[in-house]
Structure formats: structure tokens, C-alpha cells
């Protein structure tokens, strides 16, 4: 009954962001998901990843046919397209197979699986078409927020970022300074966290086809409600980030026009008194908090009980994304803090809710949800105390993050289960 609640609430939550968006004049999630059985897919990678979590349902030999199946089917579009000349000019061409295959095993649990099988099989579905159809429903949601917050924080965000010395403008310069490989390694790793998360996941999910049941708590549930709920705080803060405030926006697009100045990444803005700042109706305002730091922030935290190659994956990519974000001039510094508090907020209120609530996991969440929202509003109402006495308001930056950090850590230690010591033989008198 869970899952069907939640399947249900799902599917209206993708009609009203249908709605929505058709609204705007572009097509939602469910109409650009439902074209990529035929059209060239947009995110092929993805789309492989989500196949990949569906087949931790099934046995070594369902996997074999499932892979054979979507190389197969990728390499008859491919013919299709190179035979009628259509080139592939905006997204990848391949990935149509991996959802053909996903999709036949909702097809054949509906038909073929009955009982615990068929609700397994359809729980591996429902996963692999979660990560894919997030990504869309996160398309939607920026572009509700480019549209409905035409006025956004940067001015406010800029003068909080000087309390930690301008991060974006520092990493910014290094990038540059890395040339063309550094950047495209960056860039690799900030546009491919979703393949990440997944591999962290399939290491924590690769006993389900043998068990024949879901772990209580996986990345991939943290990942789906950070990805949720995550961009209704960018309509409360909406930013759009240093490159577009202060610079020509992502790859050169032209935000000089909207921009305060051409100031990223070599000049950090000026102390002044902030304003609230017109933006087009185009670039999201996705700024606070900083997702991507939350969502690789998640992978290094699972990634801990791994094996010691996920451990150091998990560290690079988390190290690699704060890298990229401040690098690209994608967010700036205050944005990655808020982004660490709210995903061990996150995933410290999904483990309470697995092993049920008791007064340490209400004080954790509470603990980092009070930290987050004291951030919000020091970013919004002290920027000015806080640009100008970085001596105090940066290592206090720095102390709430590590509070909510403390806390996670604490009390999970706390849940961990306890090992009993071994009984002790007890010594045998002697027969005299």
C-alpha cells in the first residue's frame, strides 16, 4: 500500500508539472520521457543508469538478455537514423534501448510475475524510471522558477560569500588556469553525478536479486527527495549564481545584459548596499542551496561502508563537484554550505524515519533544519555585518556546517548496532 501511495502521488505530481509546463508553451516530464522511446534521448547515460538499477531484480542470466536486448535495439536505431540521414544533433544516440528494456520488464510484470515476484519486478521499474523521470521533472522545475521569480539574491549572496573570501572568484581563476583538461574533467564529473550516485547505489543494492527485497534505506531514495524538495527552496531564495550576476553567463550566452557587472572571475564584487536585481525569463534560479553539492555530498556519506575503491570515488567526486560548481561559476561559496547542511538533514531524517523517530533523530533533524533556515536568513538580511567582518561570520559559517556534520555523525554511531562481547568459559573447579 506504500508503494502504491506513493506511486500515486508521483504520477500527480508529474501531471501538475505537465500542466505547468505546458502552460509555458514547452512540452513536461511525461511528454519529452514518453518521446524518447523513439526520438534520440537526451541523457542516453542516464538512461543506461536506470536500467541498471532495474536489473538488480533479476538474475545473472535476466541481466545478460536485458543488456543483449538494449545494445540490440540501440544499434536497429542507429541503422534507422544513419539509413533515412537523420543525425543526431541534440542529445545522444544511444539509450532508446536501455527504456525498451525497462519498460518490457513493467510489460511482463503486469503479465508474466505474479504475487511478491511481479511487485519486486515492478519496484525495480519504478527505480530505474524515478532517476531518469527526476531529471525531467528537475527540467520543469527550473524553468518554473526562471518564469514565476523574476527577481533573485545574488547582490545579497555576493557580500555573504566575502565572509569566506570569495571562493567562486579563487577557484574560478584556477580553473582557467588548468586549461581545457582541467575544465572538461570538471565538467565530466559535475554533468554525470546521477552515473555516480548509481554506482554507489548498485554496490548497496547488489544483493537484492539473491534476498528478493529492498534494503530498508539506499542512495537512491536520499537522492529522489533531495531532487524533491530541493527546488521549492529555490523559489523562497531564488539565485541564479556568480557567472550570470557577475559574469557573461554559462559558455559566453550574452548575461552581460542582465549582469551587475563583468566581474567573474577576476574581481570580487565590491561591499555596497544589495538590491534585489531583475533576471531574464530564462535562466534558472537554482542557486541556493547548491543540489549538486548536496547530492554528492549523499554519495561520499554512502559510499563510506563501501569497499576502499568506492570510498575514494566517493571523495573524488565529491571533492571534483564542489570544484566544478565554484569553478564554473555556477554557485558560490555560502551555497555549498547550505547545500552540505540540507543533505544531512536530509538523509538523517530518512534514516529516523527507517528505524523510527526517537529523540535523538528528532533532534538531529531539527539541529540541521534550525541551521539551515539561520543561514538562509543571514544570507538575506546580514550580508552587509557579514562582508564586513569575515573574521567572524567565516569561521562561523564554517562551525554550523560542522555542527550539523557532528550531530549526523554522532547519532548515527549511536544507531549503529552494538556487537555483544563474547561469553567468557567459565573456570571448572578441580577434582581433587
Known sequence: MLWTAAGVVALGFLVALEIAARGYG?????????????????????????????MVVLTWRERFVAIGAAIGIDVAFWLVRWAIGAEVTDGHPFG???????????????????????????????????????????DVW?????????????????????????????????????????????????????VAAVVVALYQLRN??????????????????????????????????????????????GGLHWAVADLWPHTPPPI??????????????????????AWAT????????GPRILRWAGTFWLIATLGATLGFGYHYGVDLIAGVVFAFTIEGALRS???????????????????????????????????????LFGPLLILAMASVVYAFARTTHLWEPKAAPARQPQPQPELV
Open 142 to 194: 527550473l524553468l518554473i522558477t526562471s518564469k514565476t521569480r523574476p527577481m533573485v539574491f545574488d547582490q545579497y549572496v555576493a557580500l555573504a560569500d566575502h565572509a569566506l573570501g570569495d571562493p567562486s572568484w579563487l577557484v574560478g581563476r584556477m580553473v582557467a588556469a588548468t586549461g581545457p583538461i582541467g575544465a572538461h574533467v570538471l565538467d565530466y564529473v559535475y554533468v554525470q553525478l546521477a
Open 298 to 305: 549523499t554519495i561520499f556519506i554512502h559510499s563510506r561502508k
Open 353 to 391: 524515519f527507517d528505524r523510527g523517530w526517537d529523540r535523538a533523530g528528532i533532534q538531529l533533524v531539527a539541529h540541521g533544519t534550525a541551521v539551515f533556515a539561520a543561514l538562509l536568513v543571514s544570507y538575506r538580511y546580514l550580508p552587509m555585518h557579514m562582508a564586513r567582518q569575515p573574521w
Open 208 to 253: 537484492v536479486a539473491r534476498d528478493r527485497r529492498f534494503p530498508s534505506h539506499h542512495l537512491v531514495r536520499t537522492f529522489l527527495v533531495i531532487g524533491l524538495v530541493g527546488p521549492s527552496i529555490y523559489m523562497v531564495f531564488p539565485t541564479v549564481g556568480p557567472i550570470f550576476a557577475y559574469g557573461d553567463g554559462a559558455f559566453g550566452t
Open 96 to 138: 532508446n534501448g536501455a527504456l525498451w528494456v525497462v519498460l518490457g520488464c513493467g510489460v511482463i510484470a503486469l503479465t508474466r510475475r505474479t504475487g511478491a515476484e511481479r511487485v519486486l519486478l515492478l519496484k525495480g521499474v519504478g527505480l530505474g524510471l524515478l532517476l531518469v523521470t527526476g531529471r525531467k521533472t528537475g
Open 26 to 54: 514547452v512540452p513536461g516530464p511525461i511528454t519529452t520521457q514518453a518521446r524518447e522511446v523513439i526520438s534520440a534521448p537526451k541523457s542516453g547515460p542516464l538512461l543506461y543508469a536506470g536500467m541498471a538499477l532495474t
Open 272 to 293: 555596497g548596499t544589495p538590491h534585489l536585481m531583475p533576471y531574464d525569463e530564462i535562466t534558472p534560479r537554482n542557486c541556493m542551496p547548491s543540489l549538486h553539492t
